[in-house]
Each structure stands twice: as structure tokens, then as C-alpha cells.
Nanobody
Framework: QVQLVESGGGLVQAGGSLRLSCAAS????????MGWYRQAPGQQRDLVAR???????TYADSVKGRFTISRDNAKSTVYLQMSSLKPEDTAVYYC?????????????WGQGTQVTVSS
């Protein structure tokens, strides 16, 4: 099992910045990628950014150039630096990881952290 704990959400004005953190514990050696998803009210949960074990990154088009995902393997933590925030970035942000346990892949989720961007 892998446990994920997010922190860093909050209320910010449009144009501002926030940094989200996600600390992993448990069978962290089994993790092959980590990422951030977000879900606005009445919307589906969508990928925001992900980072692989070789630090390969992928971003949603809507956040390219504004958000940066990074990881600190020594701390088993992944970060999402969000800049130039817009009201449409308002959502619950979830940390997620894929882990290979035995011969199967599992997806684990954090509890979510609210990000609210005021106009």
C-alpha cells in the first residue's frame, strides 16, 4: 500500500501563486509515477500534471507554462508549483500515484486539497 498526504491548498487572488505538496509513505519503491489531478464541482477529475521515475513530465494544455511539477525522491514528495492562477483553476486537487505491487498496477489517491482562486 501507498499513502499520500497533500498540503498547501488555500485561497488566492487571480494572478497569484500556490505550491502544493504530496508526501508519500508505505511501499514507495513500487511507485512508477506521481501526479496531480483536479476536480471542479460537477466536473470530472482531470489530469493536471504527472512526473515519471525518470522525471519525464506531462501537463494538461490548460496549465502549460503556468504550473510546474517536481519531485524530491529523498523526501518521497511531489510538488505542484502553480503560478498565474486563474479563477478556472479553482478545484479540489488530488495527488495520485501508480504503484506496481507484485504483478499488478494500482492507483492510490490522496484526500484532496481545495484550491480557490478569486477574481
Amino acid at each position: 500500500q501507498v499513502q499520500l498526504v497533500e498540503s498547501g491548498g488555500g485561497l488566492v487572488q487571480a494572478g497569484g501563486s500556490l505550491r502544493l505538496s504530496c508526501a508519500a509513505s508505505g511501499r514507495i519503491s513500487s511507485i512508477n509515477f506521481m501526479g496531480w489531478y483536479r476536480q471542479a464541482p460537477g466536473q470530472q477529475r482531470d489530469l493536471v500534471a504527472r512526473i515519471g521515475s525518470s522525471n519525464t513530465t506531462t501537463y494538461a494544455d490548460s496549465v502549460k507554462g503556468r504550473f510546474t511539477i517536481s519531485r524530491d525522491n529523498a523526501k518521497s514528495t511531489v510538488y505542484l508549483q502553480m503560478s498565474s492562477l486563474k479563477p478556472e483553476d479553482t478545484a479540489v486537487y488530488y495527488c495520485a500515484c501508480n504503484a506496481r505491487l507484485g504483478s499488478l498496477d494500482f492507483r492510490f489517491w490522496g484526500q484532496g486539497t481545495q484550491v480557490t482562486v478569486s477574481s
